[in-house]
């Protein structure tokens, strides 16, 4: 064999390795069976064996070497690390790093698997072979993760490996930063064989997965990939896998995803054992995985502690227009012990065409018993033209079972990037008050590395764990800042996905699907902000997730970094009715803000992708907003925005979630048991009682109104108590608006006041319909009619406007509000322009009341003005608000900037900022405010 034909043949097969000790007489056997190339099986060219065992024992180290970001630090060399024990007694030996690229700012990644447990780690030996140009090299650190005791280590070193660099070394030993150490979820290895039948055919080139199932929890969703040719006919394939404490296993789940006529699998059985206590399982199958072939699934669940049941699913779809899909649907059945894991609904038992308008599609899907069902998890890939779905609900029973003891799980909601909420993968609750409370939204920002080729076009997805479970794998098909062409180099993607409460998060799975032109990807952090909980995570990650990149991995579990706190916000849902009488819809936004004994929410916008607040529809929105306690009001309105924006509102519910005292659930009467005794029935009636639970808190706000400017009084706001509330009812405020009498005192602009009270505040309303036709003039008087629930005593008031017209400036008098019901006026004195060239440049005030007999002393009173300036100082505070826009190319903005201070108690309402904010530059402001805000 010449050189040349040497490399191409350097990968060989060993079956195993005998050292003849001649001086002590002794044979030592090194069982292997493991080829030793780079284009077969791990594609390792080194292994670690243990003598005697009858297979081969690895703990594998996930290696992270961090090339330095100067010049000239990368290098061409091979490079070698040695890895020593904590007593520095037993060491890893001398470990090559094949494959690595060593490169400046990088980070290589590798996985290195040796027969020792050597983690926690005292120190860890670096270096190379000064071999090839540019042998030198700047190494940065170095991070080793061992999965079985779940440590993280960091071995800084911050120094040249160079002969020609520094004090010329080219290894060097590395210590711990101990302050960095993590711990993450510990994870064993395991052995997995895989027995393919030796009948025709049973061979297949389809991609394997697998899932196990223990007493304890799940593993994650495992590709079986290595570089051998796997699953042929008669074979046995071994693979190792890291596994977490799952307990007791008790079942299997293996598939393939290929529905093509070639990919069918004959599976025979499946072996797992732990490689270090040598706990075995095996899990029999002997059939088909094959679209062709038995039951046509390709999909087996195998136990050998549970029965394997078949579940009837009813999918129904709804009647409205373009309700039907062609795309490929799955569910995942969620049960009190375990799920099914997401499976497609293929062969559908009672229709041809699945998923058409109006109909009730059956699919049985077979799986080792989970136990009472308790959630649904539906959705579609949304491929296809015209994908859209509009999901009516989902029906689940035990097959066999009567059809009383079916659990009905309704929806009710389109899966369409293009309706409602754009989300094309729904969880259902069975039928109950308030179905969209009960889910938590986890909104997750995805920023792409800003490196060369870092963007990805491949489908990406997340799956969490917490506290309470971990979710399914969940793809990030529909962005919630709609950037169109995702996972761009430099850009922050953000993602909203909806799935029960899995409370803290202590770390994530990201990944792709590693399709498309491109599909490599280089992801920089994740951030997730869950509002309900309160809480904000960091999770950095800097790293490739690609084939051809670092450890060529496309999918990682991160772990936070820093857990901030954030407002925490409850789930509101609020359905909406559209009035059944002729051109009731609208196409204007529609708001609403919600009072309660605790505060008030923001305004809130009630839209979605659908076409909203149609005539006689009823809509759900499901918002997350501050908890305001017990509600006693809400406004709704809309902007007047569109043709003809009128609208006729009929009612508005407001549903959360309280925790209250119920009766207990009675449990039903075993009818086989008729004949008890008296003792046993008596016991049963003491088993009754109150528990806490969860409830859905309901607040009915009738309307039957009109918010449209042609009808009634021609308002676009209302304001509505809940059904049957007695303490506070509607008033009416006569608001008298004074402007001076000077040159230029009078304004052409559309002006805004908003009324505060001790029961709230009007919200800012439109002083549209005056008793002059010319509003707003020199030395003249403009009343105005605001009706509102009522406020109480009045506390402040802020008036603005929107500087719109060619003669916006406005002196501004004073103002007076009458309470109708109380017959009570309050005098509000103002005496300053509203405009951006005079005074300090503000266009909008808050002013506070005064006592009347400010009112009308003499001008010239020595005193008068100097003291009503204190009194309205006294009862205000002025914030000083830096904005600074970024140094980013075109940063700075023409448009008008407004901000909103949040304070314990108030806001203060939307501010303008008129002075044009531009790039490099920093603006400042001063804002006066009521003190009721402050804080």
Known sequence: MNHTEHCLNMSFCCVQVVVDDMGNKTVYEFPINRWFAIDEDDGKIQRDILVGGNQPTGIVYNVQIVTGNIRGAGTNSKIHIMMHGSKGMKNSGKVFLEGGKFERGLTDIFNVEIAALLSPLSRVTIGHDNGGVSAGWYCEKVVVYCPFTGIEQTFPC???????????????????????????????PWSLWIWTSDLPGAGTDADISFQVYGDKGKSDEIRL??????????????????????????????????????????????????????????????RWLDTNEDDNEVVREMSFCSAVIKYRVTVCTGTIGGSGTDASVFLNLIGGQGDTGDRELVNCKNNVNKFEKGNLDEFIIEAVNIGQVHRVRIGHDGKGGGCGWFLDKVIVREEGQAEAHAVEFPCNRWLDRNEDDGQIVRELVPFSEGQRLYNVN????????????????????????????????????????????????????????????????????????????????????????????????MF????????????????????????????QLINYEITVVTGDVTFAG????????????????????????????????????????????????????????????????????????????????????????????????????????????????????????????????????????????????????????????MLGAGTDANVFINIYGENGDTGER??????????????????????????????????????????????????????????????????????????????????VPVDEAFMWKDDDEEGTGATLGLEQKSMSTTYTLKIKTGEK???????????????????????????????????????????????
Request: contains cysteine; glycine residues 8%; aromatic residues 10%.
């Open 586 to 741: 609208t196409n204007a936004k529609v708001f609403v803000q919600m009072y309660g004994d605790k505060g008030k929410t923001e305004i809130i916008t009630l839209e979605s992708r659908s076409n909203n607040y149609e005539r006689n529809t009823t809509e759900i929105f499901k918002i997350e907003a501050k908890d305001v306690g017990k509600v006693f009001k809400i406004r709704i309105g809309h902007d007047g925005s569109g043709i003809g924006s009128g609208w006729f509102l009929e009612t508005v519910d407001v549903k959360h979630l309280i925790m209250a005292l119920v009766p207990k659930e009675k449990k039903k009467d075993d009818k086989k048991k008729k004949k008890k005794k008296k003792k046993d029935e008596e016991d049963e009636d003491e088993e009754g009682g109150e528990e806490m639970r969860e409830v859905v808190l309901t607040y009915h706000f009738p309307c039957s109104r009109w918010l449209a400017t042609g009808e009634e009084d021609g308002e676009l706001v209302v304001e509505l108590l809940p059904e049957e509330a007695e303490e506070l009812e509607v008033n009416t405020y006569e608001v008298c608006v004074f402007t001076g009498d």
């Open 225 to 286: 990939d290595n570089k051998t040719d796997n699953f042929e006919q008669g074979q046995v394939d071994r693979f190792m896998v890291e596994l977490p404490d799952l307990g007791k296993l008790t079942k299997l789940r293996i598939w393939h995803e290929k529905r093509n006529p070639f990919a069918g699998w004959h599976l025979s059985k499946a072996t797992i054992m732990k490689t270090l206590t040598k706990e075995k399982y095996t899990f029999p199958c002997e």
């Open 442 to 537: 986890y909104h997750i920002a995805v920023k792409t590395g800003n490196i060369p080729g870092g963007s990805s076009d491949s489908n990406v997805f997340v799956k969490l764990y917490g506290e309470k479970g971990d979710t399914s794998k969940m793809m990030l098909l529909v962005s919630a800042n709609n950037l169109g062409n995702y996972f761009e180099t430099g850009r922050v993607d953000i993602f909203t996905v909806e799935t029960f409460d899995i409370g803290q998060i202590n770390r994530l799975m990201i990944g792709h699907t590693n399709e498309g032109m491109r599909a490599g990807w280089f992801l920089d952090s994740v951030q997730i902000m869950v509002p309900v909980h309160g809480r904000h995570y």
């Open 766 to 847: 439109y002083l549209k319909n005056s008793d002059n036709l010319n509003k707003f003039e020199r030395g003249q008087e403009d009343v105005f009619t605001v009706t509102a629930i009522d406020l109480g005593p009045l506390k402040k008031l802020r008036i603005r406007h929107d500087n719109t017209q060619s003669y916006s400036s406005w002196y501004l008098d004073r103002v007076e509000i009458v309470d109708t019901k109380d017959d009570t006026t309050y005098y509000f004195p103002c005496n300053r322009w509203l405009a951006v060239d005079e005074d300090d440049g503000q266009i909008a005030r808050e002013l």
């Open 158 to 188: 911050g120094k040249w490996l160079d002969e020609k660099e520094g004090d010329g070394l080219i290894e060097r030993e590395l210590y711990e930063m101990v302050s960095l150490r993590q711990r993450r979820q510990k994870k064993h």
């Open 889 to 935: 190319k075109y940063a700075g903005t023409d448009a008008n900037v407004f901000a909103i201070l949040f304070g314990e108690n108030d806001d203060t309402a939307q501010i303008t900022m008129i002075d044009h904010v531009e790039s490099m530059a920093t603006s400042l402001f001063l804002l006066l405010a009521s003190k009721k805000m402050q804080n």
């Open 540 to 567: 950095p990650s800097h790293r490739w997730l690609c084939k051809d990149e670092a450890d060529g991995k496309t999918e990682v579990e991160i772990y936070p970094s820093e857990i901030l706190d954030m407002e």
